[in-house]
């Protein structure tokens, strides 16, 4: 049971580049969300999706885009990476139904320094 | 607005004995799931527990209990007779209905042995 994947596990970015963190589920799972854990912060929402072709900002979206054309499939992009973007990013799906009742399933992270 | 607290940052305890994980929430609704999720060393968040506001009957799993008071917006988490495979980092969160969840800072558990 795969649940969810994250891709890559670690990156060092220069500033300035951009690069895609990957995120797929296969438990046909129509909410999917990208957080950010800083440390002794928690996790931050950047961006989110209730479904294909639908996605909506978070509490941090500044720096970051997403895409959600497939149910499975949710990556997040970031454009002109910043030292302040250094952080654990991690990926969660939950099935809609009665929303806000269901856990969340998340990926095991992507650290991301960016120097 | 809706809010999580967790006022431990950090908490070390001896391998064996109970610890208490406080978690106070804030919200306006009435409607609303509370959640406790793990973070051990290597990084993954595990899932432990859900609540909703309507049932406030604590839970017992093995080591692990949860107590929710309404009265005082608290889900505290307890673990007796903790292990050194307790340590971890552990989050409370809040989710409204049609909203996104809220989490808390996290509280860093170190069980020695």
């Known amino acids: 049971n795969a649940g969810v994947t994250q891709t890559p596990k670690f990156r060092i970015l220069k500033i300035g580049q951009s690069m895609t963190l990957q995120c797929a589920q296969d438990m046909n799972h129509n909410y999917m969300y990208w957080y950010r854990q800083d440390p002794g912060m928690g996790l931050k929402l950047i961006y989110y999706?209730?479904?294909?072709?639908?996605?909506d900002k978070g509490e941090v979206p500044n720096g970051y885009n997403v895409s959600r054309s497939t149910t499975e499939d949710f990556p997040l992009r970031l454009e002109l990476a910043a030292p302040s973007q250094t952080s654990v990013y991690f990926c969660a799906s939950s099935y809609s139904g009665l929303r806000g009742s269901e856990e969340l399933f998340f990926g095991e992270g992507s650290r991301l320094t960016v120097l | 607005a809706q809010k999580v607290t967790q006022a431990q940052t950090e908490i070390s305890v001896v391998e064996k004995e109970d610890v208490t994980l406080d978690c106070v929430y804030e919200?306006?609704?009435?409607?609303?799931?509370l959640f406790w999720y793990k973070q051990p060393p290597s990084g993954e968040l595990v899932f432990l527990i859900r609540?909703?506001?309507?049932?406030?009957q604590n839970e017992i799993s093995g080591r692990y209990s949860w107590n929710f008071q309404k009265s005082t917006s608290s889900f505290n988490f307890t673990i007796t007779a903790s292990q050194v495979v307790d340590s971890a980092v552990y989050f409370c969160?809040?989710?409204?209905?049609?909203?996104?969840?809220?989490f808390g800072p996290g509280t860093r558990l170190s069980v020695l042995p």
């Open positions: 969160a809040l989710n409204n209905y049609g909203q996104n969840f809220v």
């Open positions: 609540r909703n506001s309507f049932d406030e």
């Open positions: 999706s209730v479904g294909a072709g639908i996605t």
């Open positions: 919200t306006r609704d009435t409607t609303y799931y």
